[in-house]
């Protein structure tokens, strides 16, 4: 029987987040999950300042990726009209969901916009996604693969949610997962935490923005 060799192992965090080799995966930073006038804020009362305020790291992580090379993909909730996109466990779901309305993010509508701060540049990929991970049903492994990428950074909201279902799906797809703790959020900090802790328990690398700005800025 033939042997396995055994894989080369990034074990540090400068070595995981090379630009060559990382994408920055931005999730849900739509006007619907963070306007104060969008759905979650003004239909479910859904709590939107903790949200609001990792924009500015994130927006600097943004900027230093594209400054070094890294792929930015911005995963955008979509819902697609006359529940086109829609389940029955997908619907019962989100019924039963804290904070939740049916029909956010729908297709076209200024409520899946990405907010104006974070908006997707030309040399950005953006992903819809109608899932809770930015890898259900959509082309984002092709895209991450076809890039030679082996790290996914995972920032957005919410933590506990959608960022935490992408980051343990690419796991599952064997990627690298770095999550910098500062530009996530969550409604709830203690589901924030919790999701962390799993994280850095389990599957990923939790670091700070500030960490992987530096690393890139001198890449």
């Not at 104006?116 to 092709?142: C, I, Q, W």
Request: aromatic share 6%; glycine share 6%.
């Amino acid at each position: 029987m033939r042997s396995q060799k055994r894989p080369r192992i990034l074990r540090t965090l400068r070595d995981k987040v090379r630009p060559e080799i990382t994408a920055l995966l931005i999730i849900d930073m739509c006007n619907d999950f963070i306007h104060p006038e969008g759905k979650t804020a003004g239909r479910a009362q859904r709590p939107i300042a903790h949200a609001v305020a990792v924009i500015p790291q994130i927006q600097r992580l943004v900027e230093a990726a594209r400054a070094a090379g890294v792929l930015a993909v911005y995963g955008q909730h979509t819902t697609l009209p006359g529940h086109a996109s829609d389940s029955g466990s997908w619907l019962d779901a989100r019924s039963r969901a804290t904070y939740s309305v049916e029909d956010i993010c729908v297709d076209q509508t200024w409520g899946q916009q990405i907010i104006n701060e974070l908006a997707p540049a030309a040399s950005d990929v953006v992903v819809k996604k109608h899932r809770y991970s930015a890898f259900a049903g959509t082309n984002l492994d092709m895209v991450l693969r076809s890039a030679g990428i082996l790290t996914t950074v995972c920032c957005g909201v919410s933590t506990n949610v959608c960022v935490e279902s992408t980051a343990r799906e690419a796991f599952s797809h064997d990627y690298y997962v770095v999550v910098p703790a500062d530009a996530c959020a969550s409604w709830d900090m203690s589901l924030h935490e919790a999701a962390l802790a799993s994280a850095r328990h389990r599957y990923g690398t939790v670091c700070t923005a500030a960490e992987l700005e530096q690393i890139w800025r001198k890449a």
